[in-house]
């Protein structure tokens, strides 16, 4: 029931993906040959983890930043010190 609402942001995610991946995929060997196998393999184990971290630290703030502007708890005399705050 949700994918046909979903499926825009999920395209435009996946485009936006896309680079990453083959720009991981075109220099994958330089980098391991730089870095060591194992780190390499660590590295590349945890880009998963950092996608999905950014991505929710970047939804609650756009979330809290909305929240906060349709409370009027933040405008443009005190948005600073709002930011600073946050």
């Keep these: 029931r949700a994918f046909p ?3 825009f942001a999920l395209f435009v995610t ?3 993906e896309l680079p990453t991946l083959f720009m991981i995929s075109g220099g994958s060997d330089r980098l391991c040959g730089l ?3 194992r ?3 660590a590295l590349i184990s945890l880009l998963p983890i950092i996608s999905a971290v ?3 630290v970047g939804l609650q703030a756009s979330t809290l930043t909305t929240r ?3 409370h009027s708890q933040v405008c443009v005399d005190n948005y ?3 930011l600073k705050k946050e």
């Design 68 to 70: 906060a502007i349709s």
């Design 54 to 56: 950014s991505g929710n």
């Design 14 to 16: 996946l485009i936006f």
């Design 80 to 82: 600073s010190v709002w």
């Design 39 to 41: 780190k390499y393999t």
């Design 35 to 37: 870095i060591g196998r």
């Design 5 to 7: 609402e979903r499926s």
